[in-house]
């Protein structure tokens, strides 16, 4: 008698997103497990967007800053490079030069730069804030309206300013980032006040928090778990968004991407370290169930496209 594989089916399904307009693309969907598509139905591969920022990376580490030597003071030119030479499928633009403690540039700034990136590229964009929660919420509301109708992803809304960012969201016809602080019950608990205000839970993307390799990765990955679990073996509407990992921003502040090799001969090479550190952090957000992710150094980016390739075989 043949040997039948044991296949685990689920009541529930993550929600398909769409964004962009010139060159749409789709992630999530599934109604598995990551990457089980032995079990049920995977219609999308994850998928990975370029950061770039509104002002150069001067904080970057060399390692990633020199791959964009030349046009990463002007985000326009760096969204085309990442466009045109790296083949992004999707560009995440951090208006980090709007922080209070950077040169706390303006609304008006900002829509400047979002409107300049947008005329200039086809792929879908994630439009940043800062992370400054007062301050957030006069940018995202300017750019929202600045970017109305281009089917963008909008973040990250949080417990302290999600009221006038999901209103801009909804008003400008974008998707948007909820992000809590690495607790599920604060996650459904943001997700559930976001969309009682009439915010579609069906464009909501989930950002539980990242973290980096060696710096706290198991429970942000067992986060994520419990969020896809809730979402797929209960069939929980509101923990059933596609989940982000932010990953760039977490891994190239850690001593592991900035330590030289004069420093700390024994960890081998700093450019082969620092890129593997951003693939394996990446690789484990997969795992433990992102649909998207938002990277910097594009070898890091290969390494990942490679590792869903022969994972959605």
Not at 30 to 47: I, K
Not at 235 to 261: F, I
Request: hydrophobic content about 40%; some cysteine; aromatic content about 6%.
């Amino acid at each position: 008698m043949a040997f039948v594989a044991p296949k685990e089916t689920f009541s529930g399904k993550v929600f398909e997103v769409t964004i962009g307009t010139d060159k749409a693309i789709s992630f999530g969907g599934e109604n598995v497990l990551p990457f089980h598509s032995f079990e049920g139905t995977v219609p999308h591969r994850p998928v990975i967007a370029y950061e770039i920022q509104d002002v150069p990376p001067e904080d970057w580490p060399e390692t990633v800053r020199s791959v964009y030597e030349g046009v990463s003071s002007d985000p326009v030119s760096w969204a085309r490079f990442c466009e045109d030479k790296l083949n992004a499928k999707a560009i995440a633009l951090r208006l980090i030069g709007t922080h209070p403690d950077r040169e706390n540039k303006g609304p008006e700034e900002a829509k400047k730069v979002v409107s300049d990136v947008l005329s200039a590229i086809k792929v879908p964009l994630i439009i940043l804030g800062s992370n400054h929660v007062e301050k957030d919420s006069e940018v995202l509301v300017a750019v929202a309206e600045a970017a109305k109708d281009r089917n963008c992803i909008i973040g990250k809304a949080q417990e302290g300013n999600y009221k006038t960012i999901t209103a801009a969201a909804m008003a400008h016809n974008h998707k948007l980032i909820a992000m809590s602080e690495l607790d599920i019950n604060l996650s459904k608990q943001l997700n559930i006040l976001i969309t009682q205000m009439g915010f579609p839970k069906e464009r909501l993307i989930t950002d539980p928090m990242c973290s980096a390799l060696g710096y706290g990765i198991e429970y942000t990955y067992s986060v994520m778990e419990r969020i896809r679990l809730a979402a797929l073996t209960q069939n929980d509407a509101v923990m059933q968004p596609p989940l982000l990992g932010d990953v760039g921003t977490y891994v190239w502040k850690v001593k592991e991407t900035q330590a030289s090799e004069t420093e700390l001969p024994s960890w081998g090479s700093l450019k082969e370290r620092s890129i593997t550190w951003e693939a394996v952090t990446a690789a484990a957000m997969l795992v433990a169930g992102a649909e998207l992710l938002i990277m910097r150094h594009p070898e890091a980016v290969v390494a990942v496209e490679r590792f869903i390739d022969e994972l959605m075989q």
